[in-house]
C-alpha cells in the first residue's frame, strides 16, 4: 500500500499533478487498491472511481463462487484460519476515513466480485454524506462486456474526475 502514497509523492514531486488535483481508479484488484488508498491515504486524494472490486473480503468469500474462493485463498489468504489478517487488509474497516467523492461501478451479474462489494461502500458513503454515484450495470458482469456499457462507464467516470478534479478559482 506504500506504493500509493510513493505514487503520488512521485507525481506531485516531478509537478505532474496538482497535490489537490490527484484521483485513484482501478477495477478488480485496482479497485481494491483504490479503496486501500481512499481508506488509508484519506489526504492525497480529491476523487475516486471503484470498479467492481474487493472491499471486506469477509463478504467477498461468503459470496463469491466456489472456484473464484479457492483461487483467492492462495491469493489474498483464507478466510477460515487467516480470518482476522483478512478483516485487517479490508478496506472496509475503514471506509469511515474516506472523505473525497467516489463513483461506484459493478455489474449485477458479477460472480467473481458479488455485487454487495459494492453495495456496502455506497451505503456507507450516503449515510455519511459523503459525495458518491453508484453506476449499475444490470446486464454485465465482473468487467464491462458490453460496447454500451464500456462507453457508459468511460462517461461516468471521465465526467466524474472532471466534476472533483477541476482546477478550483
Known amino acids: 500500500m506504500a506504493d500509493i ?33 481512499l481508506t488509508e491515504y484519506p489526504d492525497l486524494f480529491a476523487a475516486g472511481a471503484n470498479l467492481f472490486g474487493i472491499v471486506n473480503f469477509a463478504t467477498f468469500f461468503a459470496h463469491t463462487e466456489a472456484w473464484m474462493a479457492a483461487v483467492s485463498k492462495v491469493e489474498y489468504g483464507d478466510p ?44 456507507n458513503l450516503r449515510k455519511r454524506g459523503v459525495p458518491v454515484e453508484y453506476v449499475l450495470f444490470p446486464d454485465e458482469g465482473h468487467g464491462w462486456r458490453k460496447l454500451p456499457n464500456r462507453i457508459r462507464s468511460t462517461v461516468a467516470v471521465t465526467r466524474w474526475f472532471a466534476k472533483y478534479l477541476a482546477p478550483r478559482s
Open 80 to 123: 477460515e484460519t487467516e480470518k482476522e489478517m483478512l478483516a485487517d487488509l479490508s478496506p472496509i474497516r475503514r471506509l469511515d476515513r474516506v472523505r473525497a467523492p467516489t463513483i461506484v461501478l459493478h455489474g449485477a451479474n458479477d460472480t467473481n466480485c458479488p455485487v454487495v462489494e459494492a453495495e456496502q461502500v455506497v451505503e
Open 5 to 37: 502514497a510513493a505514487s503520488v509523492d512521485f507525481v506531485v514531486r516531478e509537478r505532474v499533478a496538482d497535490p489537490k488535483r490527484i484521483g485513484i481508479t482501478g477495477g478488480s484488484y485496482g479497485c481494491y487498491m483504490t479503496m486501500a488508498g
